[in-house]
């Protein structure tokens, strides 16, 4: 199984442009979650999803927005990047049940310049 | 709202001594809570969880942790370090809030593993 894939692995933006991270995940999981990960920080959850067709906010939902059409897939989308944008983004996803555990993506290193 | 503290943010110790990660945790509900690790430029990689069963809970890579209620803690252990086990670690809590089970991540702790 490959698991929680992301893909780029790195991306270099310009202030003002948009790109799409993109989510898949290949063990039928129903939830789905997207962090970011700042230098010397914990994880903080952006956006999560507990189905196909829904999606909530999480801890710092502002400046992106994500949509999820299958239950594999949950790309988050940056409309105009900023550079407090900088920062390595992680998906994730679980089933719900007792202890929850998280399946984590390698990460997606970006770079708003 | 739940949060958690990571006591220390570096610990040094060296190859074949005790690993101790001190980590303290809130929460209104009684949380799961978890150990994840992470490798230089790696996804996260789940080491052990509690979820209200045996305070005492073994994880992978010989690592453990105690769940203590009285105290608020969940410190992670490994009697003899290993010069694979230096990575970010990271106690986490899960509750459930909306309509999900979230995660609340400490910052982290770097382990170093002197040779």
């Known amino acids: 199984n490959a698991g929680v894939t992301q893909t780029p692995k790195f991306r270099i933006l310009k202030i003002g442009q948009s790109m799409t991270l993109q989510c898949t995940q290949d063990?039928?999981?129903?939830?789905m979650y997207w962090y970011r990960q700042d230098p010397g920080m914990g994880l903080k959850l952006i956006y999560y999803s507990v189905g196909a067709g829904i999606t909530d906010k999480g801890e710092v939902p502002n400046g992106y927005n994500v949509s999820r059409s299958t239950t594999e897939d949950f790309p988050l989308r940056l409309e105009l990047a900023a550079p407090s944008q900088t920062s390595v983004y992680f998906c994730?996803?679980?089933?719900?049940?007792?202890?929850?555990?998280?399946?984590f993506g390698a990460g997606t290193r970006l770079s708003v310049l | 709202a739940q949060s958690v503290t990571q006591l220390d943010s570096h610990v040094s110790v060296s190859e074949g001594t005790p690993v101790l990660l001190r980590c303290n945790y809130s929460?209104?509900?009684?949380?799961?809570l978890f150990w994840y690790v992470q490798h230089p430029n790696k996804g996260l990689q789940l080491l052990l969880k509690?979820?209200?069963?045996?305070?005492l809970v073994k994880g992978i890579n010989g690592f453990e942790a105690e769940f203590k209620k009285s105290e608020t803690s969940f410190h992670l252990t490994k009697p003899s370090a290993h010069m694979s086990d230096a990575a970010e670690y990271f106690c986490?809590?899960?509750?459930?809030?909306?309509?999900?089970?979230?995660?609340?991540f400490g910052s982290g702790t770097q382990l170093t593993v002197l040779p």
């Open positions: 509690y979820t209200s069963a045996a305070t």
């Open positions: 994730a996803s679980s089933y719900e049940g007792v202890g929850n555990i998280q399946y």
């Open positions: 986490v809590v899960s509750v459930f809030s909306g309509s999900a089970r979230q995660l609340t």
């Open positions: 929460s209104s509900y009684s949380p799961s």
């Open positions: 063990m039928n999981h129903n939830y």
